[in-house]
């Protein structure tokens, strides 16, 4: 049977001809044409004033916390369900992350956590556009503005999405996009950092190119930086892919669309949620299993596997993996964060990369529902096989 992957891109001719154009003619004085346009169409569309060409959303994470000079033991609030790429760049300039709790619905950034997280030493707050939807801005904005905390909106898995019409990436200081190739935009690896600040965007130059200021003095260091770039043919690939986001966007809601319709009537199943507010472009569509079910996102992916379908888990609390357990215990306390725990162990993202067809969506929910019939025996020799409690 044929196996479904769990992500995949979109290339047509468009793009193969921009790599191709891109690898044959951006050299010597034309090095930079793609990175310009791709800069310039993409601050455009996000509707930023400066945007900068990086291979990875992670540089851009962290170059936006370096342009915040944080001190040593200063502290970043992150929802504590994410990618570790949201808050490993905080332990990289030497400050804490702080765990905040998630949203029920969707299963982004909680404000109420978010406000209860601030301490005296709070700097920044990581915003992250979990599976391509987008928290409640207004109120965490509102509440960063009032306690003066940067705000970096990590938009990696949201190209497209919208917040009031205003797209992903258009919030905060810094906002930072990835490029991955599970991305609905990719150029294999990369990312972007955009903003309207001038100072940071300098800043964030400087940074990215070893320390040294354009047009000074040729190898003058002054100071120790990074070498955060990306090639030509990256970003001409990102181009064409830019040029075609409405289509890509657009395939990515109809594929949620085709899921939506094939599982609304399993009362057992929750989808990514769209607030009216909002505009979600279903990064991953992801599904959460009722806790009645008795089945864990693990031995879910399994029997998806046994079906040759690959899916990956809900993220696990950020609080709760191996990475973090040294951290004070303070921020590592499950029942601070009773939606990330509730949730994490439910949740598998289907697959969600655009060779899928309708056809292919309807056999991985058929293929899903006949797992979660399945996993009741799964569930039952759990029970069997569990340790009986001795009597006293
Ligand atoms: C929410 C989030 N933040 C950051 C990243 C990091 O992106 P990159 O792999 O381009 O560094 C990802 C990538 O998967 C992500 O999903």
Redesign the pocket.
């Known amino acids: 049977m044929e196996r479904i992957p769990v992500a995949g891109p979109w290339i047509t001719q468009k793009e193969i001809d921009y790599v191709t154009d891109a690898v044959t003619h951006a050299w010597y004085d034309n090095a930079n044409i793609y990175h310009v346009r791709f800069e310039q169409a993409f601050a455009e569309y996000v509707n930023r004033k400066y945007a900068i060409t990086l291979p ?4 851009a ?1 962290h170059l936006s916390l370096l342009s915040l000079d944080l001190s040593p033991g200063d502290e970043v609030i992150v929802p504590d369900v ?2 570790i ?2 808050s490993a760049p905080i332990t990289y300039v030497g400050a804490r992350p702080v765990f905040a709790d998630i949203d029920i619905k969707s299963w982004c950034l909680d404000a109420r956590s978010f406000e209860e997280n601030i301490t005296s030493r709070t700097r920044a707050l990581i915003l ?1 556009d ?1 599976y391509g939807n987008m928290p409640d801005m207004d109120a965490i904005l509102d509440i960063a503005e009032r306690h003066g905390i940067a705000v970096i909106e ?1 938009a ?2 949201a190209v497209g999405s919208e917040y009031r019409g205003k797209k992903a990436g258009s919030f905060g200081l810094t906002s ?1 996009f ?3 190739g ?2 609905t935009l990719t150029t294999g ?3 972007m950092l955009l903003t309207d600040d001038e100072e940071t965007y300098k800043r964030c130059l400087f940074l990215r190119d070893h320390g040294r200021q354009p047009n000074e003095r040729m190898f003058w260091n002054t100071e120790v930086a990074h070498k955060y770039k990306m090639s030509s043919m990256q970003a001409a690939l990102g181009l064409a892919q830019l040029e075609r986001i409405d289509e890509l966007v657009a395939r990515k809601r109809e594929l949620f669309g085709w899921y939506r319709d094939a599982l609304c009537e399993d009362g057992h199943i929750t989808l990514n949620y769209e607030a009216p507010l909002v505009k979600n472009t279903y990064w991953m569509v992801t599904a959460i299993i009722d806790q009645t079910v008795g089945v864990t996102k693990d031995e879910l992916i399994t029997l998806m596997a046994q079906r040759s379908v690959d899916c990956r888990p809900f993220f696990s609390p950020l609080s709760s993996i191996p990475a973090y357990q040294n951290l004070a215990q303070a921020t590592l306390n499950r029942s601070k964060n009773p939606n990330a725990y509730g949730l994490a162990n439910q949740g598998i993202n289907l697959p969600s990369g655009f060779n899928m067809t309708k056809d292919l969506v309807f056999r991985v929910c058929r293929d899903l529902k006949e797992a979660l019939t399945e996993s009741a025996k799964v569930v039952q020799t759990r029970k069997e096989n569990a340790t009986p409690i001795q009597p006293h």
């Open positions: 990875s959303c992670t540089s994470i994410t990618w790429a949201s992250v979990l990590d990696a898995e930072t990835s490029f991955h599970s991305k690896e990369g990312g």
